[in-house]
């Protein structure tokens, strides 16, 4: 498996590992990114805001060793400061008559290192917090909340760093 750099702008149905429960099993599987609109002619989307929220199931996992960001122009980078990899939280959909199996993550407010470039995040998950998520076996208030400043390394992104980090 790999844990790769995710672009928060990378297009509707770029496929990605996610990772999920199948009855008591769990399985890595690649979906496309972005869920179908709710409503006909409406747009896809690919995140959703968790606040006020519960997601009892289709939760699903985004591997992710740094994700990358615009803000005023310029394009930043955020991985976490121990050099870890981390997860983001997700949800994922069934295939309908018309859109596929899919998945699309989780937003929530964002934490100080990111607050200076945008007010919301994807939520990042440590790897020790991946089965309460999958799982459910904290509350999603309890699971879905920035993480202490310092979290975060944050560098201006430079499109030559395109380094992947096998598992």
């Not at 989307?45 to 968790?50: D, G, L």
Request: glycine share 6%; proline share 8%.
């Amino acid at each position: 498996m790999h844990a790769s750099i995710f672009d928060s702008e990378a297009s509707i149905g770029q496929r990605r590992v996610v990772i999920r429960r199948s009855g008591n099993d769990i399985e890595m599987v690649e979906l496309p990114w972005g869920l179908q609109p709710e409503h006909p002619g409406g747009r896809p989307f690919t995140v959703i805001r968790a606040e006020g929220r519960t997601f009892p199931t289709h939760r699903c996992l985004v591997p992710a060793s740094e994700f990358r960001h615009r803000s005023h122009g310029k394009y930043y980078g955020f991985s976490l400061s121990d050099g870890d990899w981390f997860y983001f939280a997700g949800i994922w959909r069934p295939a309908t008559w018309d859109w596929p199996e899919a998945y699309a993550i989780l937003t929530i407010e964002a934490n100080a290192d990111v607050a200076p470039f945008h007010d919301r995040q994807m939520a990042v998950l440590r790897r020790d917090q991946r089965m309460a998520w999958l799982d459910r076996t904290a509350r999603e208030d309890d699971v879905l909340r920035p993480l202490p400043p310092g979290s975060l390394k944050v560098r201006p992104w430079n499109s030559a760093r395109q380094t992947e980090f096998a598992l």
